[in-house]
């Protein structure tokens, strides 16, 4: 199974909790999203990484930089844990 | 995330590591780095600053914040310890060492991702060749 399989049955149970009500706020809330384009204003193929310093879950401070200085970084960004 | 940790060997096969960052205060991502027991860095984005400079940020419209917190029992405003109810879009870069994004994925649909198997192609398209 793909991530993007084992995401549409997490999605499908989620929804399956949820009233009709409910989907139709999460799916016009996405459509949204879309529709404004906010995808393209993110950062591309192409462009600098911005650096940063963010704490990691032990409070110290992770550089990226630092990171790229010994090879690439997958670098993730997601909404949280929940 | 899980399945970003199950590939992490071979990113790191590979010469590269890997970051994940969310709003969220660090006590949870503490809590879920031991929850999933992740071998790469959880990074709290405070305010969500750095996803900003990446573009990604959004407020989640009023109706969703009522299904958030009624019916998933997440309460943004504990986890991320501000009231804005802004969070990222996800997405994934790869950068390379000089600091180029190589790849970049991101969706307004929290349910596509980046395949795991897209970021180890990437990846050893950018191994130096023997």
Do not use: C
């Amino acid at each position: 199974m793909t991530l993007q399989e084992s995401l549409r049955n997490f999605k499908a149970g989620v929804l399956s909790r949820l009233s009709a009500a409910d989907v139709e706020v999460m799916d016009r809330a996405t459509e949204e999203l879309v529709r404004a384009g906010i995808a393209a204003r993110a950062k591309k193929a192409g462009d600098r990484a911005p650096d940063f310093t963010l704490p990691n879950s032990n409070g110290e401070p992770v550089r990226i930089s630092q990171l790229l200085a010994r090879g690439p970084v997958v670098l993730t960004f997601y909404r949280g844990a929940w | 995330m899980q399945a970003y940790q199950e590939i992490l060997p071979e990113i790191k096969a590979l010469g590269a590591s890997m970051a994940a960052v969310s709003p969220q205060k660090p006590e949870y991502s503490l809590s879920m780095a031991q929850k999933h027991d992740l071998g790469f860095e959880v990074l709290s984005d405070a305010g969500n600053r750095v996803a900003r400079q990446y573009g990604l940020v959004f407020s989640l419209i009023e109706p969703l914040r009522d299904v958030y917190i009624k019916k998933f029992g997440v309460d943004l405003q504990d986890y991320n310890g501000d009231a804005s109810y802004e969070l990222p879009m996800p997405g994934t870069f790869i950068i390379a060492p000089e600091g180029i994004i190589r790849l970049a994925f991101v969706d307004p649909d929290y349910t596509l991702r980046l395949e795991p198997a897209e970021i180890i192609k990437t990846l050893q398209e950018m191994a130096p060749k023997p």
